[in-house]
């Protein structure tokens, strides 16, 4: 291959890598996207693209379409038993961030929320609400007609819109209050001040470390808080498990406030945080490790405030 067509992949990786991160809601299986993209680039008659950019765009799409079905056929990710995968925010796979639609089409609640569409209504619905791009264009990168791309864009809006917690954009600073005093009610042991925290109708997931073979779920504000209470109250155990006692530090991933538990500075957990109207609405607890790679690597490579808790 010329220097110049591995130039102009290279020009629209990280473009590709943040469609196909929304697409499967996992980094790992994006760069392999992507990485497959470039591989039909190499073998393709680039003579015959018109436009590279569209050509990319549709080839990585629909590698992206063919995952989720191959998985979704080997029950790999049912919908509500699956969670994307968390991204410090500034990691440019995270791509535009400019509107709301745009941040929020990569929240962890939108992404945990896609895996209930098909891949073609997924795929519509990233391509327009992150990408912005028209309809015909998504006709033509998804072989359907423009009638059914608005179609499924509209049903997409509407599922996710019914079923989204919160929804609204929410001030960072005030977010980051309500999470610092969430964690300081989990680590007193007065279960009744995390009650006070969340929302009437408030849900928790939790990967369980990656050793539940099911997400663990939880819902009512006395049980959300029972298991929050749990979650965070040290013990021997779990310093074993983690490899040592963490600190906890406060950050954003995918936009959202979380608390992010560091062990010499390796992330070995973290539970990001919807809130609305000051209050909890939602939580995930993610600490299997496969799903913290590329999070731990960005959290390595930058600086951050001071842990809120120095040693749990």
């Given at each position: 291959?010329?220097?110049?067509?591995?130039?102009?992949?290279?020009?629209?990786?990280g473009?590709?890598a943040?469609?196909?991160?929304?697409?499967?809601?996992?980094?790992?299986?994006?760069?392999?996207?992507?990485?497959?993209?470039?591989?039909?680039w190499?073998?393709?008659?680039?003579?015959?693209?018109?436009?590279?950019?569209?050509?990319?765009?549709?080839?990585?799409?629909?590698?992206?379409?063919?995952?989720?079905?191959?998985?979704?056929?080997?029950?790999e990710?049912?919908?509500?038993?699956?969670?994307?995968?968390?991204?410090?925010?500034?990691?440019?796979?995270?791509?535009?961030?400019?509107?709301?639609?745009q941040?929020e089409?990569?929240?962890l609640?939108?992404?945990?929320?896609?895996?209930?569409?098909?891949?073609?209504?997924?795929?519509?619905?990233?391509?327009?609400?992150?990408f912005?791009?028209?309809?015909?264009?998504?006709?033509?990168?998804?072989?359907?007609?423009?009638s059914?791309?608005?179609?499924?864009?509209?049903?997409?809006?509407?599922?996710?819109?019914?079923?989204?917690?919160?929804?609204?954009?929410?001030?960072?600073?005030?977010?980051?209050?309500?999470?610092e005093?969430?964690?300081?009610?989990?680590?007193?042991?007065?279960?009744?001040?995390?009650?006070?925290?969340?929302?009437?109708?408030?849900?928790?997931v939790?990967?369980?470390?990656?050793?539940?073979?099911?997400?663990?779920?939880?819902?009512?504000?006395?049980?959300?808080a029972?298991?929050?209470?749990?979650?965070?109250?040290?013990?021997?155990?779990?310093r074993r498990?983690?490899?040592g006692?963490?600190?906890?530090?406060?950050?954003?991933?995918?936009?959202?406030p979380?608390?992010?538990?560091?062990?010499?500075?390796?992330?070995?957990?973290?539970?990001?945080?919807?809130?609305?109207?000051?209050?909890?609405?939602?939580?995930?607890?993610?600490?299997?490790?496969?799903r913290?790679?590329?999070?731990?690597?960005?959290?390595?490579?930058?600086?951050?405030?001071?842990?809120?808790?120095?040693?749990?």
């Amino acid at each position: 291959m010329d220097i110049a067509a591995v130039d102009r992949f290279e020009a629209s990786r990280g473009r590709l890598a943040s469609l196909a991160y929304r697409l499967l809601g996992s980094a790992a299986d994006a760069e392999d996207a992507v990485q497959d993209t470039f591989l039909r680039w190499q073998a393709a008659d680039r003579d015959q693209v018109e436009v590279p950019e569209a050509w990319l765009t549709k080839v990585v799409t629909n590698l992206c379409i063919d995952r989720l079905r191959s998985a979704q056929a080997r029950h790999e990710r049912t919908a509500g038993a699956w969670l994307p995968e968390p991204l410090l925010d500034g990691d440019p796979m995270l791509g535009p961030a400019d509107t709301f639609e745009q941040r929020e089409s990569v929240s962890l609640a939108v992404l945990t929320l896609l895996e209930r569409l098909s891949p073609v209504e997924r795929a519509a619905y990233v391509l327009r609400e992150a990408f912005s791009y028209p309809h015909a264009e998504i006709a033509g990168i998804l072989d359907i007609s423009e009638s059914a791309s608005q179609q499924h864009v509209h049903r997409a809006r509407r599922r996710v819109a019914a079923e989204r917690r919160g929804g609204a954009e929410v001030d960072p600073a005030s977010a980051r209050r309500v999470v610092e005093e969430f964690l300081a009610a989990a680590m007193s042991g007065r279960t009744e001040r995390l009650v006070a925290l969340l929302t009437d109708d408030v849900t928790a997931v939790s990967d369980g470390a990656g050793l539940a073979k099911r997400l663990l779920r939880y819902t009512t504000r006395e049980r959300v808080a029972t298991y929050v209470r749990a979650g965070f109250k040290p013990t021997a155990a779990k310093r074993r498990l983690a490899g040592g006692s963490p600190a906890m530090h406060i950050a954003l991933l995918n936009g959202s406030p979380a608390v992010v538990a560091v062990v010499e500075g390796r992330v070995v957990g973290a539970v990001a945080f919807d809130v609305t109207d000051g209050k909890v609405a939602s939580l995930r607890g993610i600490a299997a490790a496969d799903r913290l790679t590329r999070l731990n690597e960005a959290w390595q490579q930058h600086d951050h405030e001071a842990p809120v808790i120095n040693a749990w």
